[in-house]
């Protein structure tokens, strides 16, 4: 069974920055991918929010270093680049003991003070988190984790996908509206440092930015 | 499928109030905290009282035990609090608790070590001018350690070597453990009560090793006992002589009916939040009247959490997240339906090619050893069914994954 959506390399970064849960597991489809998320994942989070650094780190490190940013008042988010690039033992050991840290790891990501926003991002590779889910060795952790199938590719919501494609495409008519801009010369703009409309807030960029992402590849032709 | 209808609470129910602003989207995902489910005010009791039934089973005898049985998520631990409060509000018993799960290498543990662990963890909390650590030097020399925080810790960190010690000394160390809960009751005038949570988690080789291989501890244990265990374990074909062990004092915690669950969904302040959050969205954005979009939404994500508690908060948690991150004020169908997805999404990476086969049989077809295994991951959930022996359906969350196939 393939996973039920495919994630663009952005909502990974913007995960770290406004995710659902403290940890999440981005899993990729090959280590050479995964590397390259670990490598957009630095430039993208502090794109997101300027307050936030990222941090590469290794397995090994993962719960001391989450112990420790606990006690530090500035918003983080880790990397753990190689969580699942482990020999089968090492692998279970591993996620088992992270399982048994899971209250640990999620006291030193909500530690006060608020606004403090602290992340950590398990990149995998599909194969052997494949494996760590099915053996069920972290069963716990991973109830407490938002797993994310990553393509470098930018993928489309579903068309056919009525309880939600028609509601972001909603959403990007309103802005249009709004703004006398389509979604792509938004898009085109955004990314290319174009300047975008003087009345546009923060927010709508934000808001477009995100409705924009979710229906890429997928805006009808106007 | 039976369906909420919104209507003046019952007198008896209580919940903080409506919650009006701009952060009503932050105050329904800090409502849905885990961890919190535990607080008096939330607590739905169950029809019939759980912790009424543990606590009749447990008068008898000093070698009263009962054991909890229930998947993940389903409130044992919440029942256990319960149960833990009142006991401590009446004092029949001196409540020695411990969430075995959390930090404890279960793979290697055994019965020796939870005991030693738990009146080592009770007698820490003493001051320690006051902890019996000359009567107890043998177990703490054995260890290698002064006191019996370092020996907590001890097992946390360095559970291979705990247990090997442990292997080499198992009827002193237990005689010294047990020791330690008559201290303990000596100094608190009060028979001992054990409450041990967590080993639901343990896996079914685990299981087996603890309540079959090992079950005649269970026989020696030094004073009252409430054990959890997993629901899976009810199919294992040593199950009677376990049940035989706990007098047949075995609680089964199934999940929610729709009615109790959104019981708790008032309670924790989710429905009536939520009412807030869509009234005054569409009051701001159209002008509107509040329709009765909320209670769709609601019903969904109770429909959803598969009468289970901790997924009931998640779910919204997440869906109120995903607004939030939509910048939209109002929380809407398509976050729900995103929410429902992401939860789903660990699903499908934990369940093999076979499982699917199994979920789409009826549950008289399939096999206990599948059942136990797609209990364990939630795939399937066991439901309160006064009439019948049980009911067991698919989670919710995997019924587009297995309508579509994809």
Redesign the interface.
Known sequence: ?????TYWFDDVA?GAV???TPILCA?CSDPFKAGELCNWLETAVPAFDDEMTVERISSDQLVQRVERAGTEARSVTLVVEDSTQADDKTLEERW?HWN?????LRAGLLAPPEGTKRTVVLIATEGP??QV??R??A??L????????VDDTPPAIDPDDK??YE??LS?ARELETKYPLSTQEFVHRLYDREPLPDAMPK??I??WR??AQRLRGSLPHV | MCRLIFRKPPSCLQYAGPMNGPSDLQKLIAACELGTAATPSFYVPRQPSVTSQIEIALQPSQSSRVLLMGQNGVGKSTELHTLTTQIQLSRPYLVIAASLDVGLDLRLFGWHEMLIYSACQFVSTIPPGRQPVSQFNKLLHKFGVSSFQVLLDKMRHEPAAVHAQVSESRAMLWDQACGLIRFLEGIHRNPALLIWDGLEKLSRSETQKLFEEEGRYLDELPCRAVITAPMRMSFEPYFTEVADRFLGNVVRLRAMSHERIAQIAFLRGLTPNLLHIIADGLAHANNAQPPRHYETLMNRLIDASAGLPRQLLQLTAAAAKQALNMREGLLLPEHVTLAIRRASETLRYQLEPGDFLELRKPDSKRSNEARARLLDLRALVEYEEPEARFRVEVNPLLTEMLATGR
């Open positions: 069974m393939k996973p039920s959506q913007q406004r995710g659902e899993v088992h048994l840290s899971r209250d640990a988190f494949r889910a099915r069920n060795y069963g716990d991973l109830s407490l984790t938002t797993v994310m199938t309880s939600l509601a972001y959403a927010e709508d934000a808001r995100d409705v």
